[in-house]
Nanobody
Framework: VQLQASGGGLVQAGTSLRLACTSS????????????VGWFRQTPGKKREIIGA????????YYPDSMKGQFTISRDNAKNTVYLEKNSLKAEDTAFYYC????????????????WGQGTQVTVSS
């Protein structure tokens, strides 16, 4: 499974963001709906942090306390895509965002997924 995050760039503070994580390599095998998918972000000099993760069918979504109420993760399995949305961006949201997938939600949450995706840079200007 190959994952690619997109939708990043230079955005203004106070605006909204929607990132997409798309998959390839599942046309002849398991579909993305068979994988839990999580979003992570990292800034230089800081530890990677998980933003949240959703189960394969999207019936359950996990957010750590530090991210609750800030981000929304959703998925459209027909498009093999998982989305990350945030309103009211702040300068501290500037980071490299990327997604990851695994057969088990737990593995994503503890940052040991089966697959890491290519990320996208988000830079918030104030």
């Amino acid at each position: 499974v190959q994952l690619q995050a997109s939708g990043g760039g230079l955005v203004q503070a106070g605006t909204s963001l929607r990132l997409a994580c798309t998959s390839s390599g599942t046309s002849s095998g398991p579909s993305l709906s068979d994988y839990a998918v999580g979003w992570f972000r990292q800034t230089p000099g800081k530890k990677r942090e998980i933003i949240g993760a959703t189960t394969g069918k999207g019936h359950s979504t996990y957010y750590p306390d530090s991210m609750k109420g800030q981000f929304t993760i959703s998925r459209d399995n027909a498009k093999n895509t998982v989305y990350l949305e945030k309103n009211s961006l702040k300068a501290e949201d500037t980071a490299f965002y990327y997604c990851a997938a695994s057969g088990r939600l737990h593995d994503v949450i503890i940052s040991t997924p089966d697959y890491w995706g290519q990320g996208t840079q988000v830079t918030v200007s104030s």
